[in-house]
């Protein structure tokens, strides 16, 4: 299972001042500032427009006619209760932000439907370092743990989600963490996947493709046990398996 080299950005700059090195797509950001990574110089501006809870925070801001998120990394398991959010430094492109912000921009290029990336941050201490990612906000959209909790979804959207994941899949996209609250509609019934922290480019294989496939249909049912109202049904996963089936294999 080998891993592809992604090629850098073409478009951005990097800001490395002391212990603080960042790269920001200079088309988004035309005054950049190390403290735009850090969600209290958007409190100060009064920028946030909302918050959503997981891990950490995640933190929706306004800026300049633009929507975007931004999250800080932290650790999950074990290890994330007494180390909460630093990670051992090998190199500045080996850091789990600038891997994501790589991944994302890459996707774009091959217009596959994920967030565009806007600017990152790595924040050095001795060996360790943390990390903070601002993307642009997928307009008008919800999760699908948020909309199966309000209504049952049709059998050619549940076919559309799986077509998507083939798209991302076909070029050898990896998702870490494929899970029903990555995948989003918006109000146009565009499927969107979210949140490539440790995503990669591979090797096509069946095997990561169905591990990747089982790990979401594993979500469903989690959600299902949680959550009542749930709008799911196992024949569900059979319409996602006939979109992700029969889309373009080429």
């Not at 592809?4 to 035309?30: E, L, M």
């Not at 850090?38 to 633009?66: E, H, K, V």
């Not at 169905?210 to 594993?218: A, E, G, P, T």
Request: glycine share 4%.
């Amino acid at each position: 299972m080998n891993q592809r080299t992604i090629v850098k950005p073409k478009q951005g700059k990097v800001f490395h001042q002391d212990n603080i090195y960042c790269f920001y797509n200079d088309a988004a950001i035309k005054n950049f500032s190390d403290k735009m990574l850090d969600s209290q110089y958007w409190q100060d501006l009064d920028a946030i427009s909302g918050t959503a809870q997981g891990r950490g925070t995640t933190w929706f801001i306004q800026y300049n006619q633009q929507d975007w998120v931004l999250r800080h990394y932290y650790r999950g398991g074990m290890i994330g209760k007494v180390n909460k959010d630093k990670y051992l430094f090998h190199s500045l492109d080996s850091t789990r932000a600038a891997r994501e912000y790589q991944l994302l921009d890459h996707l774009n290029q091959l217009s596959l439907p994920a967030p565009k990336p806007i600017a990152y941050r790595v924040t050095r201490s001795g060996p360790f370092y943390q990390a903070d990612l601002i993307t642009e906000k997928i307009a008008d959209a919800e999760d699908l743990v948020a909309l199966l909790s309000k209504q049952s979804l049709p059998d050619d959207l549940w076919q559309q989600i799986g077509s998507t994941i083939r798209a991302f899949h076909n070029h050898g996209i990896y998702h870490h963490d494929l899970n029903a609250h990555n995948i989003l509609l918006d109000k146009h019934n565009k499927v969107w996947i979210i949140d490539f922290d440790r995503g990669e480019q591979r090797s096509i294989s069946e095997s990561w493709q169905q591990s990747n496939l089982s790990r979401l249909l594993r979500s469903f049912k989690k959600e299902q046990r949680k959550l009542n109202p749930f709008n799911w049904h196992n024949s569900n996963w059979s319409a996602v398996m006939s979109g992700y089936q029969l889309a373009d294999k080429t």
